[in-house]
């Protein structure tokens, strides 16, 4: 178990590595700079490679710990905690920066924990060797162990946390998605339930069961091989999430805002009370209009709010009026009632009739 904590170790740092290749290879006039870049302040850099940088390092400062290699290298004791708190807001910036929203007014705020947990464990960092073996050897005994406890149950909270947040939101983007566009949300939703699991043993191990460390860490080892190999079969992943997220992102922004309850309410009245679905001409731009909202907000809102297109919306309105005068009124004819409802092709009518009621409309109103 010890061998896979570094191998996982290993492999963290190569896609980091290659991850900072490629960033070198790419033109500042390319696609990467803008998709992958984000900015602290005004430092633009890549996180991912730093992300991945981060965790290598923390896996390798464990496999020291757990294999008792860290007596022979106690100067570097404790250098992976700034890296744990560097991994959530890493993570974060990534995804935003992904789906096209930005770190925001506050984004930088993120990362001023790790700064913090640096200059808290400066004290440390400068005592000696001697002094850090002493702590390694007993910990409890040292004035620094409440400090360094703290900071590591903080750290992995922390990181519970944002991947916490992120599944929510890719949650939520996937099931507001049309149906053929979700797969694009699939490995990161997987990925990001599997960091949760990850960050849950840890927390467990962290709070109340170190003997669970070992299997822990051998599970952030084996999320890492995931991420390796979840990129490696599927090449377009990235892109295709960028599109799917932004779309999804800017769909939230136009309906930001607005009284939906109110929206829906009026939509209600309109169709119940005047019928306007009965008009043959009615566009998505008229009902827009109707309720005082673009036509793009009004699709988001019938997308996201009753999952529905205008069109599936409307001829819902117009079955329903046909199925009523088709038994009120026996002496009509199919085709005066389909015109009566709304409708104004016999075709559409007879398939759609048929589809949500299964019957035709002369056998509907037979068996009725």
Not at 84 to 96: A, D, E, K, S, V
């Amino acid at each position: 178990m010890l061998s896979f904590l570094a191998f996982g170790a290993g492999l963290s740092f190569l896609m980091a590595l290659a991850n900072w290749f490629s960033g070198f290879r790419e033109s500042p006039h390319k696609n990467r700079s803008s998709d992958s870049f984000g900015k602290i302040g005004n430092l633009r850099f890549d996180p991912v490679p730093w992300l991945f940088l981060s965790v290598s390092i923390v896996l390798c400062h464990l496999y020291l710990e757990l294999s008792d290699s860290i007596r022979v290298l106690p100067w570097i004791y404790g250098v992976h905690i700034p890296f744990l708190f560097w991994i959530g807001p890493l993570n974060h910036m990534y995804f935003r920066v992904l789906s096209g929203q930005g770190l925001g007014r506050f984004g930088t705020l993120h990362f001023l924990p790790p700064v913090l947990a640096i200059s808290v464990l400066s004290p440390f960092f400068f005592s000696s060797s001697e002094i850090k073996l002493k702590f390694i050897e007993s910990p409890s005994d040292s004035q620094f162990h409440f400090i360094l406890l703290c900071l590591l149950i903080l750290g992995t909270l922390s990181n519970f946390i944002y991947p916490s947040l992120l599944l929510r939101k890719i949650w939520g983007w996937s099931s507001k998605s049309e149906e053929k566009n979700r797969s694009a949300f699939y490995p990161f939703l997987f990925l990001y339930s599997f960091t949760i699991l990850v960050l849950l043993l840890f927390v467990i191990a962290q709070i109340f069961f170190m003997p669970l460390f070992p299997i822990a860490g051998a599970a952030l080892s084996l999320l890492v091989c995931a991420i390796f190999l979840v990129g490696a079969a599927n090449p377009d992943l990235l892109s295709r999430f960028r599109t799917e997220s932004r779309e999804a992102s800017y769909s939230e922004t136009r309906i930001k805002g607005l009284d939906l309850d109110s929206i829906l309410s009026r939509m209600e009245i309109l169709m119940r009370e005047r019928r306007m679905f009965l008009n043959e001409d009615l566009t998505l731009g008229g009902l827009a209009t109707e309720l005082g909202i673009g036509s793009h907000q009004l699709s988001e809102i019938l997308n996201t709010k009753i999952r529905k297109s205008f069109r599936e919306y409307l001829t819902e309105f117009r079955l329903e009026e046909a199925a009523s005068l088709l038994l009120s009124e026996p002496q009509r004819s199919v085709l005066s009632v389909l015109y009566s409802s709304g409708f104004n092709s016999k075709s559409a009518f007879h398939k759609l009739f048929q589809e949500r009621y299964g019957l035709t409309p002369t056998e509907y109103r037979s068996r009725s």
